[in-house]
């Protein structure tokens, strides 16, 4: 019975659980690196039966258009419960200390700041603080590997509509054909005078 090879997760294939199983990618692949620094076990090899659960993995790397439910490619795990020693603390940089001119000098009363109390000389003209701003169209903020996962999708979107398309456009031939076989066998009937004009009638209503 398969089970998640990742750290503090318990979970095993049981029927009806919702969960599924994904092996991990083919030995020495850049893919199943990425997975082995995700997971932090080191000096650890995977077997060929080792997989990982989807409660690793965000909704958008799953593909589940088909019966069986897949991982889209190059999907990495990145949801785990580690626990302490192996989480990663993010020390806090202090912020800088603001920088003064050599050539200002505190005696000056020309060169005194404007915010000072009972301070009648006028303020030193300051720059314009250069602000950047995202002016293009088509800036993007996720990351490379969001937009693939929202291209991948809108790809699957695509491909799901062109297949309705199709089977419409199908549906639509085989409806033309029939009233063409019906127009057809109205007219044989009414150059034979087989059928009374109310019948015909009838007959060319139900074509158009």
């Known amino acids: 019975m398969p089970s998640c090879a990742a750290i503090n997760c318990t979970n095993r294939l ?41 409660d690793h993995f965000d909704a958008e790397c799953f593909d589940r258009t088909g019966l069986i439910t897949r991982l889209r490619q190059g999907s990495i795990p990145t949801i785990f419960n580690f626990p302490n020693h192996l989480q990663k603390t993010v020390k806090q940089r202090k912020p800088p200390r603001p920088r003064t001119s050599q050539n200002d000098s505190p005696t000056s009363s020309s060169e005194t700041p404007q915010c000072l109390a009972g301070s009648s000389s006028k303020a030193l003209p300051t720059s314009p603080i250069k602000q950047h701003h995202h002016d293009h169209t088509y800036f993007v903020s996720d990351s490379p590997r969001g937009v693939k996962r929202k291209l991948d999708k809108m790809q699957d979107i695509v491909i799901s509509h062109q297949k309705r398309l199709k089977n419409t456009q199908r549906k639509s031939r085989r409806l033309r054909k029939k009233v063409d076989t019906l127009e057809t066998v109205v007219n044989t009937l009414k150059q034979k005078n087989l059928m009374s004009e109310q019948g015909l009638d009838m007959l060319q209503a139900s074509c158009r």
């Open 14 to 54: 049981v029927k009806g659980s919702g969960k599924t199983f994904h092996r991990f990618p083919k030995d020495g692949s850049t893919l199943q690196k990425e997975w082995l620094v995700k997971m932090r076990r080191d000096k650890w090899t995977p077997s060929k039966y080792a997989s990982l659960c989807s």
